[in-house]
Each structure stands twice: as C-alpha cells, then as structure tokens.
C-alpha cells in the first residue's frame, strides 16, 4: 500500500465529511476494497494499485445545506480543481485524481452538482450497487456491499474503458472471491444477490463469469 495515496484519499474524506457530503456519497472503484479491510476485520489485503478515487453522488435530486463550502474546502485541503474535455470535473492531489459519478436516472451525460460548481458523469447500472457502511478512521463512509461490489464489476466489464482495466478488474473479483470463498455468509450473499437479478441481467453476469473461470455458484447449487 502506497501510504502516500492512503494520505490522499483520508484528505478526500475529511472534505466530504466537513462539507456534509459523506452521508450522501458512496465511495466505489477499487478505493472500496480499501476499505473493506475494515469490514473483515482480518487478513484481506486489498488489490489497490488505482490512481483514481471515484465517489458516487447517491441522490441527485438531493440539495446538501452548505454545498457551496465543497470546493473551497478541496483547495484548502491541497487539490487542484479541473475541467476536463468531456464536461466532467476532477481534483487533484499528487497522482491521485478524484472523480464525481452519478447515475444516468434520464440517460448518460453530465450532472450539476447542485450549488457545488461540480460535474459529475452520468452512468448506466448504478443500481446495482448496494450501500453499506463502514467505520473507519473515525468516520462512517458507504461503500457497496462486497456482493454488489463484485456483480457490477462482472455486469460492465465487457464495456469497461479504457480496455486494459478489464483484465485488473477481473483480478480484483477474482481475489476478493478467493479471500470470501471459506466465509459461508459472506460467499452465500453473493449467491443471493446474483439469485435476486433479473434473467437477463444474471445470465450476462454469469456468462462474464464463466468466460474467467470464476464461481458465482449460490449456496442452493
């Protein structure tokens, strides 16, 4: 683990937090394996080699009292604010860059933060990913649960840009899979979830699956 990075992205929650943002985001990507060290309370030592820290904004019909403090309090805290050529917005702190998400509720595009001056990328299939929280270093931060977590990786790996993070992301489920395959609960959540899909979203879950010899077999099987 890069403490460096591990500095970076405890600065990121700080700023969420005093801006009231942290009830309100859920920290998705690889920075949640991170965090999951926490939640096993064990051995699990996450495969985290991202540069990247995505935060996804949960409830975009949401207005948080005090919004307008959030990026005053990224550049009091050392990041760089950037437009970038997709109307996206990002911050920047060393090589760590931070990115705001939201679901595409209306179709893909771009969000308004409200009253943040924040854009944030509209994205297909966040549904599928179920919050749950965790406490570390003294905040309470959401994150999705491992289940979930590892179903949406499989449901958009076969569109994931740019091309060479599908191979990583495989490998981040496959190790994740290895370390909860002797955990009986932990390894039937993951059956029920995928259980509880659609048809159609199972069956291209468990076709990616197949395809990278991983088991997502539910305990009834």
């Given at each position: 683990m890069n403490t460096r990075r591990e500095g970076v992205f405890w600065d990121l929650i700080d700023v969420l937090d005093n801006a009231g943002f942290l009830p309100h985001i859920m920290i998705i990507g690889s920075w949640a394996e991170y965090l999951y060290v926490d939640y096993f309370n064990d051995d699990y030592v996450p495969n985290l080699k991202t540069h990247d820290i995505d935060v996804f904004y949960q409830n975009p019909f949401f207005e948080?009292?005090?919004?307008?403090?959030?990026?005053g309090l990224f550049k009091e805290a050392g990041f760089l604010f950037a437009s970038n050529p997709s109307g996206t917005s990002s911050f920047?702190?060393?090589?760590?860059?931070?990115?705001?998400?939201?679901?595409?509720?209306?179709?893909?595009?771009?969000?308004?933060?409200?009253?943040?001056?924040?854009?944030?990328?509209k994205l297909d299939n966040m549904?599928?990913?179920?919050?749950?929280?965790?406490?570390?270093?003294?905040?309470?931060i959401k994150v999705p649960t491992p289940a979930s977590y590892i179903v949406h990786k499989l449901y958009i790996n076969?569109?994931?840009?740019?091309?060479?993070?599908?191979q990583k992301d495989i490998d981040a489920i496959r190790m994740l899979l290895s370390y909860i395959q002797n955990d009986p609960i932990e390894k039937g959540m993951v059956g029920s979830f995928v259980d509880g899909l659609s048809n159609e979203t199972r069956d291209k879950i468990l076709e990616v699956a197949s395809a990278n010899g991983l088991s997502l077999k539910s305990p009834a099987e």
């Open positions: 948080i009292e005090g919004a307008e403090k959030l990026r920047f702190k060393g090589d760590i860059e931070v990115e705001f998400l939201s679901s595409a509720w209306d179709g893909k595009g771009i969000f308004e933060i409200p009253f943040t001056g924040i854009s944030a990328e549904s599928l990913l179920e919050p749950m929280q965790i406490k570390s270093n003294g905040h309470l076969p569109v994931r840009r740019p091309e060479h993070k599908r």
